[in-house]
């Protein structure tokens, strides 16, 4: 069964930092492009960020490139999301997704940024 | 970046009755290999979205036939033909022509 289960997700305060994590399983992992696709309360997804099977490329929306990174360790199946200098509109549930289009997402992980 | 903008922002169906929605892009979806990026999404209430057409007309494993896309370069559209009340959610529309990759503002779809 494919299986993928975000975490990290946490209460931070603005300018802080978080790494969220997707642990993947039940698929070849490093066959897949993979996304992390954001949700802000009462709103619509926002994609965020995607990195190849390799991890030779990445792309990033502009509100994150260079307080966002993506990567990935294709030997321990996993997903990651550095995320610095926190800001309130980053407030959201953060979904790590599979493949290009994003075919295939977990539950989610809950981000809140408040003071 | 492409803006997509969906109509309506929302819809009450009768269980059995057919639905449709729209979503226009900026600009058009379809690239030099022949192929539309462009991709239907369903969100139901609780649950991460599910991927429902890509190629703006192929529908993805699983998703039964009731659900159709259709359309081509800058407007397109997805009908349910005769709508369950599990088809309950937020549909939204994707584009993955160029990044960043953009989703419009949704569809939320009511059962009388």
């Known amino acids: 069964e494919v299986q993928l289960v975000e975490s990290g997700g946490d209460l931070v305060q603005p300018g802080g930092s978080l790494r969220l994590s997707c642990a993947a399983s039940g698929f070849t992992f490093n066959s897949y492009w993979m996304n992390w696709v954001r949700r802000a309360p009462g709103k619509g997804p926002e994609w965020v960020a995607n990195i190849k099977e390799d991890g030779s490329e990445s792309y990033y929306v502009d509100s994150v490139r260079g307080r966002f990174t993506i990567s990935r360790d294709n030997a321990k199946n996993s997903l990651y999301l550095q995320i610095n200098s926190l800001r309130a509109d980053d407030t959201g549930v953060y979904y790590c997704?599979?493949?290009?289009?994003?075919?295939?997402w977990g539950q989610g992980t809950l981000v809140t940024v408040s003071s | 970046d492409v803006v997509l903008t969906q109509t309506p922002l929302s819809l009450s169906v009768t269980p059995g009755q057919a639905a449709s929605f729209s979503c226009k892009s900026s600009?058009?979806?379809?690239?030099?290999?022949?192929?539309?990026?462009f991709f239907w999404y369903v969100q139901r209430p609780g649950q991460p979205p599910n991927l429902l057409i890509y190629e703006a007309s192929k529908r993805f494993s699983g998703v039964p036939d009731r659900f159709s896309g259709s359309g081509s370069g800058t407007d397109f559209t997805l009908t349910i033909s005769r709508v369950e009340a599990e088809d309950v959610g937020v549909y939204y529309c994707m584009q993955g022509f160029q990044y960043p990759l953009t989703f419009g503002g949704g569809t939320k779809v009511e059962i009388k």
């Open positions: 997704a599979r493949g290009w289009p994003p075919s295939f």
């Open positions: 600009q058009s979806l379809l690239k030099s290999d022949g192929k539309t990026y």
